[in-house]
Nanobody, 120 residues
Framework: QVQLVESGGGLVEAGGSLRLSCAVS????????MGWYRQAVGKQRELVATIPSRGTTNYADSVKGRFTISTNNAKNTLYLQMNSLKSEDTAVYYC??????????????WGQGTQVTVSS
């Protein structure tokens, strides 16, 4: 099992910055992929940024150049640095982790979400 707990959300003015954190615990050594997703009111959940255990990071076009995803050395904390925030970034942000399952598929884990509100 993997547990994910987000923090760092809040209210910020447009143009400001926030850093989200996701504490990862449990069987973290088997995680092959982590990422941040977001869901605005009335919209579907969408990918924000991903970071695989091997390979390069990936960003949604809407956040490229403004957001940065990273982990600490122990890989037990996932970060999302958000700069130049816009009102359209307002959403609940979710931490996500994935690891291979015994059946050859993937086990998927989600945090409870943290609200980010950008005032214009």
């Amino acid at each position: 099992q993997v547990q994910l707990v987000e923090s760092g959300g809040g209210l910020v003015e447009a143009g400001g910055s926030l850093r989200l954190s996701c504490a990862v615990s449990g069987n973290i050594i088997s995680i092959t992929y982590m990422g941040w997703y977001r869901q605005a009111v009335g919209k579907q959940r969408e990918l924000v940024a991903t970071i695989p255990s091997r390979g390069t990071t990936n960003y949604a076009d809407s956040v490229k150049g403004r957001f940065t995803i990273s982990t600490n050395n122990a890989k037990n904390t996932l970060y999302l640095q958000m700069n130049s925030l816009k009102s359209e970034d307002t959403a609940v942000y979710y931490c996500h982790a994935r690891r291979p399952s015994a059946a050859g598929a993937f086990d998927s884990y989600w945090g409870q979400g943290t609200q980010v509100t950008v005032s214009s």
